[in-house]
């Protein structure tokens, strides 16, 4: 089993940061990519940003400047740093990874349980 544990969502101003974190745990021998999505009331879940195990990052074009995204290997951990943010980025926020359980397994993906990030004044 591979569970993904989102922290560190809340309430913020507008212009306000917040850093989450997403842990894995289980059964895992090698976690490819790591990635961050978010979903708004009403709207279809969007990729915000991904890193690969060799740090390589993409992000969407709206985050670019303002979020950055990290991992720590050593505790299989990805971080989103969210800066000068915005009533718009309000959303429940995901982490999804691909991770392979053993040496020659296939990847599968998994998804965390969201964590709920609010703009407002």
């Known amino acids: 089993q591979v569970q993904l544990v989102e922290s560190g969502g809340g309430l913020v101003q507008p212009g306000g940061s917040l850093r989450l974190s997403c842990a894995a745990s289980g059964s895992i021998f090698s976690i490819i990519t790591m990635d961050w999505y978010r979903q708004a009331p009403g709207k279809q879940r969007e990729l915000v940003a991904s890193?690969?195990?060799?740090?390589?990052?993409h992000y969407a074009n709206s985050m670019k400047g303002r979020f950055t995204i990290s991992r720590d290997n050593a505790k299989n951990t990805v971080y989103l740093q969210m800066n000068s943010l915005k009533p718009d980025d309000t959303a429940v926020y995901f982490c999804?990874?691909?991770?392979?359980?053993?040496?020659?397994?296939?990847?599968?993906?998994?998804w965390g349980q969201g964590t709920q990030v609010t703009v407002s004044s």
């Open positions: 999804y990874a691909g991770i392979r359980r053993s040496m020659l397994g296939s990847v599968l993906f998994y």
């Open positions: 890193i690969t195990s060799d740090n390589s990052t």
